[in-house]
């Protein structure tokens, strides 16, 4: 028996890639409209409509949404499906993206289509995988309580000073990996280590001294930094990835690792499993960033949603419509 073909909406963000992703998908969507038929195109025009259309798509009924854009407009979808409460929309409404932004570090957890032939093949022909979701709560810019969500990876210190340089820099028109790695070489700098209390499930507090810190439900951020090599993003589970007591020139010699992922064998460098945590630290305006966007700073309180967000993809198996 042949599954329904589900509803579509795609939320684009016109401004990713520096606006190379208009141009791009006005081909891909006449292209797929001969492949798949109709489906809905909604377009965001500032920060947070991501959030906003995809809700609006949701409760007209659609059963996949597909994000159209960067690591940013990801995360703007993803808190989509979940309404003020923090309770889901629809049940069993469908996520998928389509990157096109400077850095896409979710493509490197998940796979993502490059071609309108990859789109309909998805969307005909696509399975459906359960994805644990991150849930947060920090302080805002202005000193509001801020509730967010995560698919990727949120982290505090040095990363949220280098995210903040490299989202305003020039070079991110060029190419978002060089805008990083030049905002990371000022970071270095800029960013001592600085004192943390981590509570983590129920454990004892963890006291420590960092430079950065990033808790992971996938593997990379930053432009292709493997933060958490290992990272699976249905176990239940995040990892908290620290870099503690880095003095500059041991940071300096050894920052290329994080690229590989083989940084986590140094012995700065911490790893912890967890579900639930909270950080804490008595220096003032530690930024924080939550999937590539500087959205607030610490204090941060976290925890694990497990298999919240049906993730449609399309295996490797399929490679056209048939």
């Avoid at 920060?47 to 995360?75: C, H």
């Avoid at 309770?87 to 400077?102: N, T």
């Amino acid at each position: 028996m042949r599954e329904e073909r589900p509803s579509v909406c795609f939320v684009v963000n016109p401004k990713s890639a520096s606006g190379k992703t208009w141009e791009m998908w006005k081909q891909i969507e006449q292209e797929l409209r001969v492949l798949v038929g109709e489906f809905e195109v909604k377009r965001t025009t500032c920060s947070g409509d991501g959030i906003a259309l995809t809700r609006d798509a949701l409760r007209e009924g659609f059963d996949l949404i597909v994000s159209v854009g960067g690591d940013g407009t990801n995360n703007e979808v993803v808190n989509g499906f979940f309404d003020e409460e923090g309770q889901p929309i629809r049940e069993g409404a469908m996520f998928s993206f389509f990157a096109s932004g400077s850095g896409s570090d979710l493509q490197r957890s998940l796979p993502t289509m490059r071609s309108a032939q990859e789109l309909a093949d998805m969307i005909l022909h696509g399975q459906t995988r359960l994805l644990d979701v991150g849930s947060l709560s920090l302080t805002g810019h202005q000193g509001q309580e801020v509730k967010r969500y995560f698919l990727n990876i949120t982290s505090f210190g040095m990363s949220g000073m280098v995210t903040s340089l490299a989202n305003n820099s020039p070079l991110k028109r060029i190419s978002g990996k060089l805008a990083f790695h030049v905002a990371s070489i000022r970071g270095f700098f800029g960013f001592p280590n600085v004192p943390l209390r981590i509570f983590r499930d129920d454990q004892e507090v963890y006291e420590t001294s960092s430079r950065l810190g990033a808790v992971c439900n996938g593997r990379c951020f930053g432009g292709g930094m493997h933060m958490a090599p290992v990272a699976e993003m249905d176990d239940g589970e995040l990892d908290l990835i620290l870099l503690e007591r880095f003095t500059l020139l041991r940071l300096l010699m050894n920052f290329g690792k994080i690229y590989k992922g083989t940084h986590v064998h140094l012995p700065e460098v911490s790893s912890h499993k967890v579900k639930k945590l909270r950080v804490e630290s008595d220096v003032p305006n530690i930024l924080m960033e939550v999937d590539g966007e500087v959205l607030g700073r610490l204090p941060l309180a976290c925890e694990v949603l497990p298999k919240v967000l049906p993730f449609r993809f399309l295996p490797q198996e399929i490679t056209s419509v048939g």
